[in-house]
Each structure stands twice: as structure tokens, then as C-alpha cells.
């Protein structure tokens, strides 16, 4: 082989090499309908593999919840500078160290919250029109989330803070100057909540994930729903077997 045949065989080796780099480095591509959708998310990739085989998935249609004696969740929840990241499945703020919820004795903080419409968790087969999913970890990394259900009736104020700055550009995070936002302003005054054990809702639904879901909603505008809706017109996992798990209620 000359020198130009041996060139272009290493220039063709290279180009294969960066493009199965890449490959790999790229995120699989995964949506909420279609051929990329939630029935075939754990086909599309093997790390997607628990979201057809787990059996601990979530959501859930919440029916038939028992009546436990289970501890209050205490919310410190601080304001944090508002950060917002349209990543391309949901609208998401990014929260700053220093915002807790602690459930008997233990601790998480809350890491980001994002939206769903309408609600992935459905109470007696109804889903809700939106619903916020805050997502805390432990100092183990061990995830919990708590659900806060939303309905059309009055505008809400921190939901609007966040619409009114929505990033322009998907995938990055956009810090908003001078702007603050704080999550205990999403939650309801009474803080009853359904348990059980689950899963992230979006690949590669990964379980190990403690939900609270409150049992009390919050309300939003439809012109707020109308707002989401119009990037996102449907962006919840459709709900998923209980296999056998029990949902506990507050009494």
C-alpha cells in the first residue's frame, strides 16, 4: 500500500472512531409519543433497560391508599436566585444548596424542581392538569420527590416568576439576574401526603425513588397551563403496574 492509500485508510479509521465517540457520548434520543415514545423507551438504549423491567415504576394511579401512621414532612425550603433550564422534556429550576425536607429522621435537599402536563399521578384514574415534581436527594444520593398536583382556578405567583423568564435556548442553563424564587411557594397549606416506593418517570427510570405525593393541590391559571402547553403539550409518562406495592396515606 503507498503512502496516500495508507493515509486514507488511517483518515477513514479516524472519522469512524470520533463518530462512534460520539455516539456514545450523545444522550439517547427518547419523547413522549411515537416510536421514541414511553412504550418503547427501555428498547432504546441499554441503560434505558429498567423501564421495561422494573417493577417498582412510576407513576401510579393512586387507588385504595392505607390509612398510616406516618410522620409530617417538615419543609425548609429557602429563596434561592432563579435558575431555569428548558432541557427539552420539561421546564426545570435548578435550586441552590440549602433547601431541605426531612421525613422522621431523615434528610434530603432539594437539587430541582420541573413540570408535567398534565399530571403523570392520577388519584382514582383523574389526573390533574399540571403537576410539579420536586426532586430531593439524601446525603447518600438516594432520591426522593415530592408531587405537588396542580389546577386551573387562580393564577399562581411563583409559577408566573418562572414563565416570565423562560430560557430561549434548550439545554442551558440560564441563571436570571436578580431574580429570586422559592419553592415553599408551591406548596398547598395542608401537607397530607400518599407514599410509596418508585422510580424516576423519565428514562433511564432508575428506582430507589421514596414519592410524596400531596394530597391537597395548588392552583394555576389556564392562560399558566396554556403557557406550558404550547411547547409542551404532553409530557407525562403513562402510568404504571403497582406489582404488588402498597401506597400509605396520613391519616
Partial sequence: MNSRGAWLVFLVFAISTSSMAQQKTSPPHWTYTGAEGPEHWGDLDPSFTTCKTGKEQSPIDIRNPQKASLPRIQFDYQPAPLKIIDNGHSIQVNYSSGSTITVGDHKYELKQFHFHHPSEEKINGQPSDMVAHLVHADAEGKLAVVAVLLKKGQANSAIQTIWDHLPRE????????????????????????????????TPPCTEGVTWYVLKSSKTLSAQQVDAFAKPYPMNARPTQPLNGRVVKETE
Fill in 170 to 201: 434548550k439545554g442551558v442553563e440560564t441563571p436570571v439576574e436578580g431574580i429570586t424564587i422559592n419553592a415553599a411557594d408551591l406548596l398547598p397549606e395542608k401537607l397530607g401526603y400518599y407514599t410509596f416506593a418508585g422510580s424516576l418517570t
